[in-house]
């Protein structure tokens, strides 16, 4: 039996605001009954996606569906032997798929700049750029160019990348950036009190502030990408993967991981949204919006927590010089 349009986004919603139920593994088992279609066979076909992080998690499961769609998927990550075994494993599950992997550690502005000039060489066209890489350090670091390392490897290193590579995003038709943010920037809405302190320099450092903290800037990020990418017909996404089951929350976040595993989704559930945006063609046909689970999200639960456009302004200046790229006209 179908439900009727408004029966589903009621149900939908309130998912959303009873997290436990919307995050885990019971949102999408839920979600799937009205959610939109997959995309057909082969909508990848011939089509370049590069995917950050995607040496194992996350970016791992999403690199192997768009295989399986007939991407080209090019697999960056810090470590060309990680990169490589996870591309041996892409190859045994999904016959005859293209990938590639190469190392670019995004945090580093240099390796960001290396990384995109190799490519502009060798892929005229970008279908999908994907920021998926993502850190929760448990104390304070810097990358090469001094910047705090979940700042440079969530926003910093994105920016400059997508911003250098946007001549092959804009040669290419339908084409679309895509930001992985998490449902943790709930926690961390815009706000003076850290906004000057973007390096997170000041009082003791917390890895899972600094980790809200970006992830909510990455969804500035989006925001203020499709603006700016608009002219070239590229469109920006951020959205969040529920609670997955990775390495990296077993690593970052071990007490929730025992507690919560049972009911936590798979890495391959977990990356449902980032391939369903990459190949459907309704994604295209909007941009700047957080998504989860096949829907576009408010990016915030709290009417007052909405951030004034002119802190917005003032970080995004902060951003772009930080990534030492001209920030007009976003
Ligand atoms: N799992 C969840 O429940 C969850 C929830 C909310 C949001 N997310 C987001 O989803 C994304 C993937 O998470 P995950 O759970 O799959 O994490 P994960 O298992 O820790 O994987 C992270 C990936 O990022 C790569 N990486 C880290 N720093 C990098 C850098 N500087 N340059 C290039 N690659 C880098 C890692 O590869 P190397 O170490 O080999 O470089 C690895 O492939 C992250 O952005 C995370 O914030 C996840």
Redesign the pocket.
Known sequence: MSLPRPVTDALDTALDKVVLAGYSSIGPALRRRWWPADPPAGALAGKHVLV?????????AAAADLARLGASVHL????QS??DEAAAGIRVSVPNADVVPET????DLEAVRAYAARTLETVPEIHALIH????MPETRSESPQGIELTLA??VV?PLLLTELLRPALAAADGSRVLV?????MYSAPLLDSWAHDLQHREGTYRGIRAYART?RLQVLLAERLATRLADDGVVVHSM?????S????A?SMAGFNRVMRPILRD?RS?ADTLVWLTAAPEAASSTGLFWCDRRARSTTYLPWTKADPRLERQVWDSLAAMAGIDHAPA
């Open positions: 950050t992080g995607a040496s194992r998690g996350i970016g791992l960056l990550g810090r470590d990680r990169l670019c550690d995004v945090s998926n890489a993502g850190v490897t969530h290193g992985m943010s998490s449902g943790g992830k969040h993967p529920g609670w997955a990775t390495e990296g929350v690593e890495a977990g």
